[in-house]
């Protein structure tokens, strides 16, 4: 028997040993990949994408427009509609705000100014998806409505337009400069009988975006202006052009387009296109995403998974975009001109969403463009004071929160990508973090942002720690001790977010918990989300959040709920939280790490459960094949990098999480020239869970891979099957992300107690850090708190707990006392998640701010507020009033009648006074009102006030279209 066992062993030996030097051949394409992209996938639902013709990272999205306003018309595009309104040379790809659509060219068959979208006669025209083709570089539809064919191609810059008109007669096209957004400034300036040249300033989400265009025709052209009177406007803005073509041969129109000038616009249109044919320019521009594409070559049979990969890498390929003309000018946050031959300039960073996946992703196959990227961001600090959170054509759009220009700069650092000035970028990257607005003023005091202060408390709390511990990672790494240790301790602070009873990331108000709480609540405590969907977010400290969870159990069990709880949301209706399973929403981007949790606690086969739903399932060959907003390509990112087997949990940490595979085979063609190729041997649909992996031919027991991994060229070999294995599971193999240095001491909060009450309150303190002392102070003097205290008087609280010689922040805390006699009783409900701290929010004392967002107000949707005060016996009154906010931006207008009503038994009422407000006007900043005035006196013990609603917004209001109605906001009541 030894004998056979021995020879049993050489042979597997051998066979290891085979597999080993076995040299894995990388993946082939069997046709070319631009075949594989749908470009339509993304524009129905609301995936917000376009199907136009665009280069990668392009100036240039020459696309159909369908739709001029609303949500789901933020490209322009959307697949439901049925008629195209023109073709304009930029658009955003899936954004959540609308912008862009400039120059609008319609062929059409007369002359006439109308859109058509009042339902009248218009330029507009029907269309078929039957007769509509869209490729990588390319668009083609027909216009059944003048029975006009277009064609749309473009190169970096410029583009290029082809038109077949059904006869030589009355060949029209239409130039709009007042499509979709307000127009700022315009001008047409027709050079001759084949050039129009000018410019559009307009204002939407950038607040003054400035684009320069050169037009040029094949056939010359009679044009007609729109009488500038009709529009009440200096200066013609829109234009008929009638052709002469009397051979009626294809009309081409060649379009460059600058930030700068109209001179870039002519230099980046001749230098690009020139003299070039429509043939030539479509096939630069498919050659040019054909080499883009093959950057990544994947095996596979089933067609749509190949489809949506190659068009998921294409969306990841259309954003950021250029924004620097080919003479090396651009125009940067300043709105001036600066000339550079160093660096490409870009604009459309979405950082909010990209830093998560389609960075890292770029940082794999896009490094030479990483170094821009950095460059761009470190250009934009010098000249706009700060680096972009959300930038759009030299404009910040104030969109979105956290600093992640931060992250994107310390993966690329950490990983070796450093081509550009990294004292500066690391200056730019503190002075994001070290301003004192949009909360970090309360974070850099407090560890936290109080609900009271700002809005989105939670979620910037978050992710300013995440942020704050690239930076640290960064410094580290330069040697920068005394950086290090402060962002070391500053990415800590997610620890006073979490409230350890309900395990749950909550708004810290007055040092309290927000209440009362439900995790399902999509509220202003969080962005686009509620606490489910922020409640994991801590991928710098991992580690540190299962120790405040109670155990990697404890965070099994959290995970396990998230994707098992019910789909439903409560508080306000948030478009953006879609493609659910459970709580997980993968259709926005805090929820994209978490399935990769389960890698961290010893569980992978779980994350290859979900990961493998969440491709297979949420991203489909079909126009609504986007489970949400495409965000400028981080949906499509978290596809390419995930359906490749891995992902950046933690960008910084240089490690990327394995999940499942989905292909056969894949190879990452890099930049340096070296492979890197995926294979995953028995894969099947029912085979998603991996038996065992080998890095380069060894063995590989590890649930996570290095970025050097990849960069130095290899293989990736995976062994699937059906049912889950013990791969991954030992702690050894783990993934691990730890704060082990500069320990912080978190500051106590109130558990239990109320801060404006009646009578008294009784007080408990608690600390997520259950081994730390807590001391309080009602004066000079702390003492250590040991039990609950009873308050009995308006009094400042004072908190702090140490561990270990070190010592907390300290919290102060003003208590409220309520006149015992007043009691009040609410006639109509408000909504919980604007409940300004319950039913005696309006008496108690606390006023609220400019900022409906910050928990001082009480809201009411929909519906008048009646509430009745009872002083506990009569009194002489001469003064009521009551404080209103107007914030029309939110849908939050001032009431249109006040009336207040006295009574001395409660049933009886009489009015007291009457206040009539005028018909609302546009106005664009909030302001908070007083309603009322002094009377003759009056004996009364109650006092009743009946705020009537506006109800159905105004005409003039964006929100009326979509049948939106009103919001009350109300505060303090005062009786004198």
């Known amino acids: 028997m030894k004998l056979h066992h021995i020879t049993f062993f050489v042979v597997i030996s051998l066979f290891l040993s085979c597999t080993s030097d076995q040299k894995i051949e990388t993946a082939q394409k069997d046709k070319d990949l631009i075949t594989y992209v749908n470009p339509f996938i993304g524009t129905g639902g609301h995936g917000h994408t376009y199907p136009g013709a665009t280069m990668p990272y392009g100036m240039m999205q020459l696309s159909p427009d369908t739709r001029l306003d609303g949500w789901d018309g933020c490209s322009g595009y959307h697949y439901s509609d049925e008629y195209i309104y023109g073709f304009s040379h930029t658009h955003l790809s899936g954004t959540g705000v609308s912008d862009y659509g400039d120059i609008l060219l319609m062929p059409t068959n007369e002359v006439n100014f109308n859109n058509g979208s009042n339902g009248e006669k218009g330029y507009r025209a029907h269309f078929s998806h039957d007769n509509e083709v869209a490729e990588a570089g390319y668009y083609k539809v027909h216009l059944d409505t003048t029975n006009i064919d277009v064609e749309l191609t473009v190169s970096k810059r410029s583009g290029i337009h082809k038109y077949n008109f059904p006869s030589a007669e009355n060949q029209v096209v239409m130039l709009d400069l007042v499509h979709r957004d307000k127009v700022l400034d315009a001008k047409i300036e027709k050079v001759s009988d084949t050039e129009i040249v000018g410019y559009r300033f307009s204002e939407a989400w950038a607040s003054d975006q400035r684009l320069f265009y050169v037009i040029k025709t094949s056939h010359p052209f009679d044009d007609i202006l729109q009488s500038p009177p009709k529009q009440g406007m200096p200066g013609a803005r829109r234009s008929a052009l009638t052709f002469k073509n009397p051979n009626n041969k294809p009309v081409i129109i060649k379009v460059g387009i600058s930030a700068v000038d109209v001179e870039g616009a002519r230099k980046n249109l001749e230098q690009e296109i020139g003299e070039k044919s429509f043939a030539e320019v479509k096939k630069i521009a498919q050659d040019t995403w054909e080499t883009q594409l093959d950057k990544i070559v994947i095996e596979s049979d089933d067609i749509d998974y190949k489809t949506n990969f190659y068009t998921a890498l294409y969306h990841t390929m259309i954003a950021p975009n250029l924004y620097q003309d080919v003479d090396g000018r651009y125009r940067d946050m300043d709105l001036k001109i600066y000339q550079s031959n160093d660096h490409t300039h870009y604009t459309v960073f979405s950082l909010w969403d990209t830093y998560r996946a389609a960075h890292p992703l770029y940082t794999i196959i896009e490094q030479d463009r990483t170094n821009d990227f950095i460059k761009t961001f470190i250009k934009k600090y010098e000249s706009g004071g700060i680096m972009p959170i959300w930038d759009l054509s030299a404009n910040y ?83 920068n001790t005394a950086d290090y240790e402060e962002f070391t301790k500053r990415a800590q602070y997610y620890k006073n977010v979490f409230d350890p009873e309900t395990q749950f990331m909550r708004g810290r108000f007055r040092n309290t918990w927000f209440a009362p709480f439900d995790p399902y609540e999509v509220n202003f405590n969080y962005t686009e989300a509620n606490s489910w969907q922020y409640s994991f977010y801590v991928p710098q400290d991992v580690s540190g959040f299962i120790e405040l969870l109670g155990g990697k159990d404890k965070l099994e069990a959290q995970l396990d709920k998230l994707f098992s709880a019910n789909q439903e949301t409560a508080g306000r209706h948030q478009v953006d939280i879609t493609g659910l399973i459970g709580q997980y929403a993968h259709g926005n981007e805090p929820s994209h790490h978490m399935a990769y949790l389960y890698n961290f606690i010893n569980k992978p086969s779980k994350t290859q459960e979900y990961i493998h739903q969440i491709l297979t399932t949420l991203y489909t060959n079909e126009p609504d094949g986007v489970s949400g907003n495409e965000d400028c390509g981080q949906m499509s990112a978290w596809y390419v990098l995930s359906s490749l087997g891995f992902y950046s949990v933690t960008p910084g940490t240089n490690e990327y999480i394995i999940g499942t595979p989905l292909f056969d085979k894949a190879t990452i063609n890099l930049e340096n020239g070296k492979t890197f190729t995926v294979v995953a041997n028995n894969i099947s649909k029912e085979n998603k869970y991996i038996k065992s992996v080998t890095l380069n031919g060894k063995n590989h027991p590890k649930s996570f891979i290095n970025h050097n991994d990849i960069m130095n060229g290899g293989s990736l070999v995976f062994e699937m099957t059906n049912t889950a294995t013990d791969w991954g599971t030992q702690d050894e193999n783990i993934p691990v992300t730890e704060i082990t240095e500069h320990k912080i001491v978190p500051p106590p909060f109130i558990a239990k107690g109320d801060i404006a009450f009646k009578g008294e309150t009784k007080i408990t303190l608690q600390s997520v850090d259950k081994d730390a002392t807590i001391r309080y102070s009602f004066g000079d003097k702390f003492v250590e708190y040991k039990e609950p205290f009873t308050i009995t008087e308006a009094s400042q609280l004072r908190v702090y707990a140490e561990k270990d010689g070190k010592q907390s922040v300290t919290i102060t805390t003003d208590f409220f006392k309520i006149d015992p006699n007043l009691k009040i009783e609410l006639g109509t409900k408000y909504a919980n998640q604007y409940n300004a701290g319950g039913e005696n929010a309006l008496i108690d004392g606390i006023f609220g701010t400019e900022d409906f967002r910050t928990g001082t107000w009480q809201g009411y949707f929909d519906s008048d507020v009646i509430a009745t005060v009872d002083l506990g016996s009569v009194k002489d009154i001469y003064y009521i009033s009551a404080n209103f906010l107007q914030d029309q931006k939110s849908w939050i207008f001032l009431p249109t009648e006040v009336e207040f009503f006295v009574s001395t038994d409660g049933k009886k009422f009489t009015s007291a006074q009457k206040l009539v407000h005028d018909k609302p006007k546009p106005a664009d900043k909030p302001s908070v009102q007083k309603v009322g005035t002094a009377f003759n006196t009056k004996k009364a013990r109650y006092v009743k006030i009946v705020a009537k609603k506006l109800g159905v917004l105004p005409e003039w209001h964006i929100g009326y279209k979509h049948d939106g109605r009103s919001w009350l906001f109300v505060d303090e009541i005062e009786i004198k």
């Open 397 to 479: 759009t104030g969109c979105m929160i956290g600093y992640h220009a931060v992250p994107v700069i310390a993966d690329a650092y950490m990983k070796g990508i450093r081509d550009y000035d990294v004292d500066k970028a690391f200056e730019a990257m503190k002075h994001s973090a070290t301003r004192d607005k949009l909360g970090l003023d309360y974070y850099k005091e407090l560890g936290y942002i109080p609900v009271e202060k700002e809005s989105e408390s939670v979620s910037k709390t978050l992710e300013y720690a995440y942020d704050d511990w690239t930076i640290s990672q960064m410094a580290k790494a330069m040697g």
